[in-house]
């Protein structure tokens, strides 16, 4: 039997926003998070992007903000990237039951004076990335007294971004009896120590293997000369439907291939630490519109990126490590829906190839590719 939000025996207001928004039926990850939580047990989840984990924390944090009406922050969700805060600042926006129930987004990259503003106008809700935060801390322009719920998101990309001890600096200011919950896409080495640190007696959600691609996601390589990915990746345009998330080593490949795709008559875009935040918030958006088919990413600015119905991913370069695999290989087939992502690889790279199918137990389909059957297309 198909369980459903209105099983978790939540607010009426609460319900009918999440039902306005069309969420019916929870996630494995929101089923196994949201009980606990909403009996203000701590929370420590391993599971992949996109298996709806934001939901399973912003809930909770509506619900406890109906029965306070004290202004200030009384929740705060850490996070890694501007773009994954902006994003669930949009998502707490949709589901919020009221306007009084105010967010202040604090993140770099972008005018401290809104950020600021909403801070000073009580905001409950304060969603952040470590360092902005802990700038406005140390010029004593925020107070984290009166957070009851403290939310961890993608810890371990946190941890790999060096913020463990923004972290730690950020934990000391927040009430020492409070609400811990923490998400990670693995619970290694540093990750365990955070949770042990931070969570008492947390509920232990784990929601399929942590470092595996999702089932409903066809992996495919395609052996090819180094020469011949721009051909391939365009053969695929031409031959699939769907938008395409494609992911290159270096910023300036990103602008490379881009460049190229878009002289092609493709509608392309591209994102990388190079681009200014404003730059990067457009690409984003009009890729998730569909005003661009193909957004060209490198791995750094691609985190966080959290865009539903991406029917491909390219690696056009090899990851360098599994996990980085993983991670792009999840921005397609989310939420059950049928996923492609495809590997170029030189012939240099198999061993490369075989190292991440050996660490991950997985198997690709294998395609090799001439330069006949390119110009065949």
Request: glycine fraction near 6%.
């Amino acid at each position: 039997m198909t369980i459903q939000f209105s099983q978790f025996s939540l607010s009426a207001p609460l319900m009918a926003r999440l039902n306005a928004n069309k969420f019916e039926t929870p996630t494995p990850v929101q089923l196994g998070c949201i009980p606990p939580a909403l009996e203000g047990r701590d929370v420590l989840a391993t599971a992949q992007t996109g298996t709806g984990k934001t939901l399973g924390y912003l809930i909770p944090i509506v619900e406890m903000m109906q029965k306070s009406e004290a202004r200030g922050a009384q929740a705060l969700i850490l996070l890694p990237t501007r773009e994954l805060a902006m994003q669930v600042e949009n998502a707490f926006r949709a589901i919020r039951t009221s306007s009084a129930q105010t967010v202040a987004l604090v993140v770099g990259g972008l005018a401290e004076r809104s950020q600021l503003e909403a801070i000073r106008r009580g905001a409950r809700l304060i969603v952040a990335t470590p360092g902005r935060l802990e700038d406005f801390l140390k010029r004593k322009l925020v107070r984290l007294d009166g957070v009851k719920i403290l939310v961890l998101d993608e810890v371990d990309r946190m941890l790999d971004m060096g913020f463990q001890p923004a972290i730690a600096r950020i934990a000391t200011t927040l009430p020492t009896v409070r609400q811990t919950l923490c998400y990670s896409a693995t619970l290694e080495g540093a990750v365990k120590e955070v949770a042990r640190k931070y969570l008492n007696n947390p509920a232990r959600i784990e929601i399929g293997s942590v470092l595996k691609p999702a089932d409903n996601v066809e992996l495919r390589t395609f052996e090819v000369e180094p020469d011949k990915k721009h051909e391939l990746l365009e053969h695929l345009l031409g031959a699939e439907t769907g938008s395409f998330l494609v992911f290159v080593r270096t910023k300036h490949g990103a602008d490379r291939v881009a460049r190229r795709l878009v002289r092609s008559g493709h509608s392309a875009t591209q994102i990388h630490g190079d681009r200014s935040q404003a730059q990067r918030n457009q690409a984003l958006r009009s890729f998730s519109e569909g005003r661009h088919r193909v957004l060209v990413a490198t791995d750094v600015a691609a985190r966080g990126i959290d865009v539903a119905n991406v029917a491909h991913v390219i690696n056009y370069d090899m990851p360098k490590v599994a996990e980085d695999f993983v991670h792009r290989v999840g921005r397609t087939g989310r939420a059950s829906a049928h996923g492609v992502a495809s590997t170029f690889a030189g012939p240099a790279e198999r061993n490369d190839l075989r190292k991440i199918e050996k660490t991950l137990s997985i198997s690709m389909k294998r395609f090799r590719v001439r330069s006949a059957d390119l110009n065949a297309a």
